[in-house]
């Protein structure tokens, strides 16, 4: 009796163990209300939000980087990269949604709407443009490649749902999105280029100052009114 309650016990303190990791690696995957309602229903509904603010960034010169340094220390400082990004977005709690080669993309506003996503991502812009300037002035002073990278926002609706069935993602779609892309790619290195609908949210907030950049042709937009973002 005492081996079999034994056993028993070693048994639900194992399985307890393995629910807590499994949990912690769907919490990892996907956002807490929706991997809450996977568990719960065995799928997830995709959900149109109303407004979203959805943040891209790109090295400059990221093919150029990659042929001088060893594929291990590219895939180290992209991952130095990466990981960082990803607590600054904790901090400010803007969901991760992906990577997609040397971009990174995030939003805020979302799954459970609030009414700082703007200013919540303008503001981890900073912390980003900040820690690859950082980067930046020490791999200088070592002698050695560096990053360089642009920063672009927008606001605006999406799609969001799960996709796939193995190594399935979280992920948003929509006319937002390409939007958002489009600032990154019309931006200028180290600058935070955010759209006029950005803006719109985020022009009375203490602390910020904006530089007009009139009507930017952005690639299959034609021409958007952009802003560089700073902060005092």
Not at 40 to 54: L, M, N, P, S, W
Not at 76 to 103: L, N, P, Q, V, Y
Request: include cysteine.
């Amino acid at each position: 009796m005492v081996l079999l309650a034994g056993t028993f016990f070693f048994q639900r303190n194992r399985i307890s163990k393995e629910k807590a990791r499994s949990e912690e690696l769907l919490l990892n995957i996907l956002p807490e209300e929706v991997a809450e309602e996977l568990k719960a229903k065995g799928e997830a509904d995709a959900r149109q939000i109303d407004q979203v603010t959805v943040l891209f960034t790109d090295f400059k010169g990221f093919t150029a980087m990659s042929e001088k340094l060893t594929p291990k220390e590219l895939v180290a400082d992209i991952h130095e990269c990466f990981s960082a990004f990803d607590h600054i977005m904790e901090k400010h709690g803007i969901e991760k949604i992906k990577t997609i080669g040397d971009a990174y993309m995030a939003a805020g506003g979302f799954p459970v709407p609030n009414t700082t996503h703007a200013v919540d991502v303008v503001k981890a812009a900073f912390e980003i443009r900040d820690f690859i300037a950082e980067g930046k002035a020490r791999k200088v002073a070592a002698g050695l490649p560096y990053f360089e990278i642009r920063i672009g926002i927008h606001t605006g609706p999406v799609v969001a749902g799960i996709v796939g069935v193995k190594k399935f993602a979280y992920d948003i779609w929509g006319d937002t999105v390409n939007t958002a892309s489009r600032m990154e790619s019309s931006g200028e290195v180290g600058q935070v280029n955010i759209s006029e609908s950005t803006y719109a949210l985020v022009k009375d907030e203490p602390g910020l100052t904006f530089t007009p950049r009139g009507k930017v042709q952005a690639k299959g937009k034609g021409e958007m009114e952009m802003y560089f973002a700073a902060n005092t």
